[in-house]
T-cell receptor, first 115, second 116 residues
Framework: GAGVSQTPSNKVTEKGKYVELRCDPI?????LYWYRQSLGQGPEFLIY????????DSGLPNDRFFAVRPEGSVSTLKIQRTERGDSAVYLC?????????????FGQGTRLTVV | AQSVSQHNHHVILSEAASLELGCNYS??????LFWYVQYPGQHLQLLLK??????LVKGIKGFEAEFIKSKFSFNLRKPSVQWSDTAEYFC??????????????FGKGTKLSVKP
């Protein structure tokens, strides 16, 4: 597709459930990023993939959060035992390379609500 | 750790007024600087960026920003705003080198409302 695609656009889940959020980056982009945006805040970095490997997962808040990118394209962010504090918009971005001078393109995000 | 501060949470202007949104960052090394914009219901889009060279950079839609290294600032300006500039504006920074140089650190954002 022309841009970064994220599905679903909205997800409501019950506390304690497991959720998966999907990101389909721009074709050919090797770097993929996940960010989380809470209400009234800017996006916060979670994890970055270069190809298939997680090159930096220092932003993941705890071990309930995990992400994969098995074939170097689509990525899935997985959240186990969801908590109300996980409610936020989860943003995915991709860029041609991981260099700091390369523009990152963002998807529209998945709004996760944990009730 | 790197951080970005945006001074204004919500700015309300009338059309044709001039705009300046403040952004300061804390990081001692080489940085790349960005302004992103999010129009209502849309995704984040790059407005402009600074990597090196002329500290006054021009972006899309008549926006510009000035990098002042001594003040660790990268303020966004537009001489005359339009109603269509109503959006949320985010300043961001990443490291100019290192294995995770692509990771962006964002400010909290400034919501701009332009009255017609």
């Amino acid at each position: 597709g022309a841009g970064v695609s994220q599905t679903p656009s909205n997800k409501v889940t019950e506390k304690g459930k497991y959720v998966e959020l999907r990101c389909d980056p721009i074709s050919g982009h090797t770097a993929l990023y996940w960010y989380r945006q809470s209400l009234g805040q800017g996006p916060e970095f979670l994890i970055y993939f270069q190809g298939t490997g997680a090159a930096d997962d220092s932003g993941l808040p705890n071990d309930r959060f995990f992400a994969v990118r098995p074939e170097g394209s689509v990525s899935t962010l997985k959240i186990q035992r969801t908590e109300r504090g996980d409610s936020a918009v989860y943003l995915c971005a991709s860029s041609l390379t991981h260099r700091g001078t390369t523009e990152a393109f963002f998807g529209q995000g998945t709004r996760l609500t944990v009730v | 750790a790197q951080s970005v501060s945006q001074h204004n949470h919500h700015v309300i202007l009338s059309e044709a007024a001039s705009l300046e949104l403040g952004c300061n960052y804390s990081y001692g090394g080489t940085v790349n600087l960005f302004w992103y914009v999010q129009y209502p219901g849309q995704h984040l889009q790059l407005l402009l960026k600074y990597f090196s060279g002329d500290p006054l950079v021009k972006g899309i839609k008549g926006f510009e920003a000035e990098f002042i290294k001594s003040k660790f600032s990268f303020n966004l300006r537009k001489p005359s705003v339009q109603w269509s500039d109503t959006a949320e504006y985010f300043c961001a920074v990443n490291a100019g080198y290192g294995g995770s140089q692509g990771n962006l650190i964002f400010g909290k954002g400034t919501k701009l409302s332009v009255k017609p």
